[in-house]
């Protein structure tokens, strides 16, 4: 079978995937199952991948879904708990303090606090905390949807403290070879992870900045009252100075101390930076944007969970604004905490680990359950907490409880056939007919096609890795070495080019499906997942072909060399 067919087969389940989903405007439940069936079809006839291994990776799969629907749980039920104590509305009061411009609420929360949070936690985390956190202070919930996938591209490289890069680069790339070529061209594998972790931070820094101004624009455009992108772009000299905030204390981080942290300093120093402002009104327009009353929104904004904050009795007047937001800050800290190998806290969290090993007997297919350590767990224990902190009643937290387990049901179903379909497609490359895997069959055929041009495709290639995967780090995993094969056949730099897989991956995060149907769980908007993708493909679309235009003049226009380049340049001549 050649190549283009190969790769067209691979990128159908994707294709059908975008046609039921946003073509035919299916909701996930009824589209995901037959993207399986096909998958399954396709690996089982056209790959002739073992029927053992296929079974294999969907229990793995399934895995995976335990995980990821422990964290939507998490982040549901500290909502409504928070809902039931009162806390909501105090925060909601406080950052009405703070601006009653929708604009610079969503700045504030969705692009700083999440992507604190997205550098503390990652996995998806920062929109299922933010979406139904924006719910609750009174966004819709197809808004909230939105915006919360877009915290999912700038920070997500650095997320879970560094691990796209610690553990995805690191384990996609590194070999016993590649450590011998850096030792011949006089450096180290330490040395040229950080050289990547330094390009992956000036690409975000410089594309990133924008993402505050598009979170602007796609509220007034698709959720004001006269459906204006110029609502949104009266707010940009504000909006640009809150990216700055945030991308130039990230980027540093990233150059000079690596990839650990930067999200969470740039997130830190950006949330001091722009609440002062935003007290100040420096730079804030003196038009205040809103939405309608929510009596005349349509029903498709309206998510099935529902935060009717003046129907709550609730504690509110005995919560002081740093009470109602410790529970927040709590989560906050121990993701970091947990997140910190030197600590120790990890290791303790993860003693209580459910492990299953090369499942069916195929070798490498591993899933483990980790609850107290999973961000999850983490929020339950804060749950805990918080009903003591906020003086709760049994019957306040038993509410909040049953609320959360039924949001989870639909969910459940429709991760139960997405992750499943994802593990077979990164699992495919063992098989009788001695083909790549499947993610790699379709970036082998783009670079192919494109040859020279290819660097302004790489990050195309790590977002359809993310997009398959849901996770830049597992995208960075299959792809990053095919980067670097490509970039040394073509005679570029490696560094620059795994650097482009690495953004790419991030931007994929915001059309990952499963990433979006996670984010809709926590707000009750399943069945939405096609008009929330036809959305968040035009952010997408703006950073990768950034993330392009950038990689072709750092490769081409500057000729930016690293010392292994160089090295293999040598060995040819």
């Not at 499943?420 to 497609?425: Q, S, T």
Request: glycine share 10%.
């Amino acid at each position: 079978m050649s190549l283009s067919i190969q790769a067209l087969l691979a990128f159908f389940p994707i294709l059908l995937a975008g046609i039921l989903l946003v073509g035919l405007r299916w909701p996930a439940k009824r589209a995901m199952p037959i993207v399986f069936l096909t998958t399954f079809i396709i690996a089982l006839f056209a790959w002739e991948m073992p029927i053992n291994r296929i079974f294999a990776s969907t229990l793995q799969g399934l895995g995976v879904t335990a995980s990821i629907l422990w964290i939507i749980f998490g982040a549901i039920l500290l909502l409504n708990t928070l809902k039931h104590s009162g806390a909501i509305r105090v925060i909601r009061a406080g950052f009405t303090n703070i601006s009653t411009d929708r604009r610079v609420q969503v700045i504030i929360i969705a692009w700083l606090f999440g992507s604190f949070i997205e550098g503390a936690s990652g996995f998806g985390t920062p929109a299922a905390i933010a979406a139904p956190l924006l719910v609750g202070l009174g966004f819709p919930a197809l808004a909230a949807v939105i915006v919360g996938m877009m915290i999912q591209s700038t920070p997500v490289s650095f997320g879970a403290v560094g691990t796209p890069i610690i553990i995805g680069v690191d384990t996609g790339l590194k070999t016993t070879e590649l450590s011998t070529q850096l030792a011949s061209a006089g450096t180290n594998w330490e040395q040229f992870l950080m050289l990547i972790t330094s390009e992956v931070a000036i690409i975000h820094g410089i594309i990133g900045t924008l993402i505050p101004l598009f979170m602007c624009m796609m509220l007034t455009r698709y959720f004001g009252k006269n459906k204006s992108w110029t609502e949104g772009l009266s707010i940009a000299p504000f909006a640009i100075f809150s990216g700055l905030a945030f991308t130039i204390p990230y980027a540093l981080t990233g150059v000079f101390l690596g990839p650990e942290f930067p999200s969470i300093i740039g997130a830190l120093v950006g949330l001091v930076i722009v609440v002062t402002a935003a007290k100040s009104n420096f730079l804030v327009p003196k038009d205040t944007w809103d939405f309608e009353p929510a009596k005349n929104w349509p029903s498709t904004w309206m998510g099935d969970i529902e935060v009717k904050l003046e129907r709550l009795a609730g504690t509110t007047s005995k919560l002081s604004l740093k009470k109602a937001w410790l529970p927040y800050l709590l989560v906050a800290i121990f993701l970091v905490l947990s997140r910190i190998p030197s600590l120790g806290i990890n290791t303790a969290l993860k003693f209580v680990t459910v492990s299953f090993k090369d499942i069916l007997g195929e070798v490498g297919i591993s899933t483990s359950f980790s609850p107290l350590y999973l961000p999850g767990g983490i929020m339950i224990m804060v749950v805990l907490l918080t009903y003591f902190i906020h003086n709760m009643k049994t019957k306040e937290l038993t509410k909040a409880i049953g609320e959360s387990t039924r949001t989870l049901v639909g969910a459940g179903f429709v991760l139960v056939f997405t992750i499943p379909m994802v593990r077979i497609l990164i699992n495919s490359g063992v098989n009788e007919m001695g083909y790549s895997s499947m993610p790699i069959a379709m970036a082998q055929w783009v670079a192919e096609t494109v040859g020279g041009v290819y660097p302004a495709f790489a990050a195309s290639i790590g977002a359809l890795g993310a997009f398959i995967a849901g996770s830049n780090t597992v995208s960075n995993m299959m792809l990053s070495q095919f980067q670097f094969s490509t970039a040394t056949t073509l005679g570029l730099t490696g560094s620059v080019m795994v650097a482009l897989q690495a953004v790419g991956a991030a931007a994929g995060n915001m059309i990952a499906i499963h990433n979006v149907v996670a984010a809709s769980a926590t707000v009750g908007m399943l069945g939405r997942e096609g008009f929330i993708l036809r959305r968040t493909i035009l952010p997408t679309l703006y950073y990768v072909i950034f993330a392009g235009i950038i990689g072709i003049i750092m490769l081409y226009g500057f000729g930016i060399t690293d010392d292994l380049t160089l090295y293999l340049e040598s060995l040819k001549n």
